[in-house]
């Protein structure tokens, strides 16, 4: 027996996607839609099938923590200049083989779920103390700890504090419609222009990514968007140019930030991203008629 979860419940400092009973249980926490069986976890290894009901194993447990400055995101035109407090947990939903901070995204692949408990009061609190403007939620992606970043960025709202997503756009209809009242910015890492690329190194497709964008931008979410250019994997000039298109049918004043690659995880061996690919791709972007192109990790 099958069934789909149509709400969102906690207990305790578990977390749960609500009402699945059954065999198996789908997890719409993200667009892998899990068909989770009894005693095991979906593709990001952090939610799992117990008794027929499904449970966020890392609600509250951060494995990193650190103020940042929100340029870091990076969000060059959202509160610029403030700090932001930055919060992450072990897991991801995708398997990208660069990676840069697979020592906690993939982690739980491992069995490994490291963290320090937190409560959402507490993190709202120390985001206070310490003069951060927003709160991001970021390092893994938040789209797999979603419940515990509802429940500290609804706190957050009503003490003035920000809330910001930094993704990989992996949403469902379902875990998009349930935070996104909560989020004021986000920014969004589009990888590639083409779902082969998605499929073979993320293990995902590029469709739920596109579609997360253009709701983001529709809800009047503060958007910008990062582009990881990964030589001989997406910095061709007819995928850059794709990718510079897509993001000005949408709105010209979406900033796209091109970053180069540097060789991690199990793409050590490959050479890192020269500067005139980057320069190349500043100019297809402003070409294509993109107001804020940016380079980074030079």
């Known amino acids: 027996m099958i069934k789909r979860a149509s709400l969102f419940k906690r207990e305790g400092n578990s977390s749960k996607l609500g009402q699945i009973k059954g065999e198996n249980v789908r997890c719409l926490a993200c667009a892998q839609k899990c068909l989770i069986k ?14 027929g009901e499904l449970y966020l194993l890392v ?6 923590v650190a103020i940042d400055p929100i340029e870091k995101k990076p969000l060059y035109y ?4 403030s700090k932001s407090l930055s919060i992450g947990t072990v897991g991801c939903n995708f398997k990208c083989k660069w990676c840069q901070n697979h020592e906690i995204s993939q982690a739980s692949k491992k069995g490994d779920l490291f963290g320090q408990e937190r409560k959402p009061e507490e993190i709202v609190n120390f985001a206070i103390k310490y003069g951060c403007k927003s709160i991001s939620y970021t390092y893994n992606e938040p789209a797999v700890f979603l419940e515990f970043v509802k429940d500290t960025a609804e706190l957050a709202k009503k003490v ?3 809330n910001v997503l930094v ?3 992996y949403f469902s209809k379902e875990s998009f419609d349930y935070i996104s009242d909560y989020i004021d910015a986000m920014n969004i890492d589009l990888k590639s222009a083409e779902s082969e690329t998605y499929e073979k190194y993320c293990g995902a497709k590029i469709k739920p990514v596109l579609e997360t964008i253009y ?10 968007i990062t582009t990881l250019i990964i030589p001989k994997i997406n910095d061709s000039e007819a995928e850059l ?8 049918s949408i709105d010209p ?4 930030h091109i970053s180069r690659f540097f060789p991690n995880y199990k793409m050590k061996g490959k050479a890192f991203t020269p500067r005139k690919t980057l320069e190349k791709a500043y100019e297809i972007g402003k070409k294509a008629g993109l107001n804020y192109v940016h380079m980074g990790n030079l």
Do not use: M
């Open 253 to 256: 004043n979406i900033p796209w």
């Open 241 to 248: 140019k794709k990718i510079a298109k897509f993001i000005y």
């Open 78 to 81: 959202f509160l610029p200049g």
């Open 38 to 51: 009894e005693g095991k976890t979906g593709t990001c290894a952090v939610r799992k099938n117990i008794d």
């Open 160 to 162: 003035g504090v920000e």
């Open 167 to 169: 993704t990989n756009g």
């Open 215 to 224: 709701k983001a931008y529709q809800r009047g979410i503060h958007l910008e």
């Open 59 to 64: 609600y509250g447990k951060l494995a990193s």
